[in-house]
């Protein structure tokens, strides 16, 4: 329940609210000195870099000759040509070969909501951090190039993850599996609708031509999305489950969508879709999650801002629906889990994307509270900006070192991180060290052993540690040695951030 207040006290309160904002902090929240100092050593400049760089390790197809992860190697040349189509490209999701399409546009999304709303902040880095949305959106340009059908998934993941081989020398099939009007699949549409809309925005102002290419792209997927309706897992379940299957539904998809096609057109016709189907499409759902399958909260978060800074009246609920969210997550709240060590602990795989995800819109949604000059509710209960920044720092701090095991989950970063990360690139000796072909079970002899991966795959952020902050470092342990694309994108966001704050 919201704390109401007469307008005069309000004034006053939130002045003094905004003095908190601005710095103080009472002596019970304050860190000592000794533990700041160890805290604020963190190098946020040199892991921003490295978390961009991770992007390039990830690339599909045929490699540039300003491409950094230097032992990578051109890869799926051919890709599509199953279904005679151009989808060669794009990202390898994670550790394996695959090209899911479902947490590529989500990848590519979050990335482009980092440099909406801190790429100002990037400076040296922003190019690279371009350059990494366009290797995904010139692949959903290609995926979505011809009427009502999506390109969403390049490659057979049981016949890929049978093998352990590096993409250069893929032998697997590259099948190739699609959506249309007679099989629908309104969550991976909305998704990359929303991908190509937040990447106008970024292209608007340094590649006119190209933005409004996106935009217009993103409007035709959206209306797709819209007109044909159905999950994409009901129709490609055993291609695309368990892997990324469409848990939450295409519900929030759409209305995230949506969200985006309103803030890269202003057009009333999307604020009025979502005034129309905000209640249908579960904007008052209780979510405390955000990730590639469940978008609701991301789009409160985005739509608080047009009520907030923009003034959009009828938006109102979605702060009030941000806040819930915020309150869920805030340190001792009944529905947060947190590690001993302070890590948000929402699953026990890949549970460092929730980290990622999670702080980016914290930082996000206090720099909306900033400008619109006000605060978070939690019943009683007023959370400032301030606040909100100390989770998400601490979170990333976490990230970097600062836990009880000293180990930065980012590779590349600090002295002491993951050396046996569960990726097939990673793990095997480059085409340059080793040219032959290693075939698709040879790899396996180095996937058991227990030799730290011959290529640094450097920036790349893995699963993390167990709720007792514990971390094998075992290459087997996918659930935690494994990197992905999506753990990386809003964390580009954070730490751009803190790298200027």
């Known amino acids: 329940m919201a704390l109401y207040l007469s307008s005069s006290r309000l004034i006053t309160f939130l002045s003094f609210i905004l003095l ?8 019970s929240s304050r860190p000592s000195i000794h533990h700041r100092h160890h805290l604020d050593n ?19 197809g045929k490699l540039p000759p300003n491409q950094r992860m230097t032992w990578r190697s051109n890869s799926g040349l051919s890709d599509g040509s199953a279904l005679n189509v151009d989808l060669v490209g794009g990202y390898y999701d994670a550790g394996d070969n695959m090209k899911f ?6 990848t590519t999304t979050m990335l482009s909501w980092s440099l909406i709303e801190f790429g100002g902040l990037m400076k040296s880095e922003l190019p690279n951090a371009k350059d990494a949305i366009r290797w995904a959106t010139d692949f959903l340009l290609k995926a979505t190039s011809h009427p009502d059908t999506i390109y969403v998934q390049v490659g057979d993941p049981n016949m890929d993850h049978a093998c352990w081989e590096r993409p250069e020398d893929m032998d697997t099939p590259r099948s190739v599996f699609k959506v249309d009007k007679n099989n629908p699949g309104s969550d991976i549409a909305g998704e990359i609708a929303a991908a190509l809309a937040a990447a106008s925005i970024v292209f608007r102002k340094c590649d006119p031509s190209y933005s409004n290419h996106l935009l217009q792209r993103a409007i035709t997927v959206f209306t797709f999305a819209d007109k044909y309706r159905g999950p994409y897992s009901a129709g490609l379940a055993p291609e695309v489950c368990p892997f990324y299957c469409s848990y939450s539904g295409y519900q929030d998809e759409l209305l995230w969508g949506a969200a985006w096609l309103q803030k890269a057109t202003n057009n009333p016709t999307y604020l009025n879709y979502i005034k129309a189907n905000g209640q249908i ?3 008052d759902e209780f979510d405390n999650m955000f990730s590639w399958d469940n978008k609701h909260v991301g789009a409160r978060i985005l739509l608080s801002k047009e009520f907030l800074i923009q003034k959009v009246k009828s938006l109102e609920e979605y702060k009030e629906h941000a806040d819930s969210f915020i309150c869920s997550v805030i ?6 889990q947190y590690t001993p060590g302070g890590l948000l602990f929402k699953m026990g795989e890949s549970n460092m994307q929730y980290v990622t995800s999670t702080s980016f819109l914290l930082l996000t949604y206090a720099k909306y509270l900033t400008s619109a000059r006000t605060v978070a509710y939690c019943g009683g ?13 601490k979170q990333v701090d976490y990230l970097l ?17 993951p050396r046996r990360i569960h990726h097939r690139g990673s793990s095997l000796p480059s085409v340059a060290v080793h040219p032959t072909r290693i075939q698709c079970h040879d790899g396996f002899s180095l996937f058991t ?13 893995v699963g993390g540690p167990d709720q007792n902050d514990q971390f094998p470092d075992e290459r087997s342990d996918y659930g935690r040695s494994e990197p992905a694309t999506y753990i990386n994108a809003p964390l580009v966001g954070a730490l751009a951030y803190l790298a200027r704050s």
């Open 101 to 106: 399409g479902f947490p590529m546009a989500f």
């Open 281 to 283: 499409l579960g904007a």
């Open 20 to 27: 908190l904002s601005n710095g103080f902090s009472s002596s």
């Open 381 to 393: 209960s007023v959370v400032t900006p301030a606040r909100l920044r100390s989770i998400a720092k």
């Open 42 to 60: 963190h190098n946020y400049k040199d892991a921003l870099s490295k978390s961009i760089l991770f992007f390039e390790g990830q690339r599909s």
């Open 331 to 336: 340190p001792g709240a009944s529905s947060s």
């Open 449 to 461: 052993s227990q030799s730290p991966n011959p290529n640094d795959l450097v920036g790349a952020v």
């Open 401 to 417: 070192g600062g836990n009880p095991l000293k180990m930065s989950y980012m590779v590349g970063y600090g002295l002491k991180y």
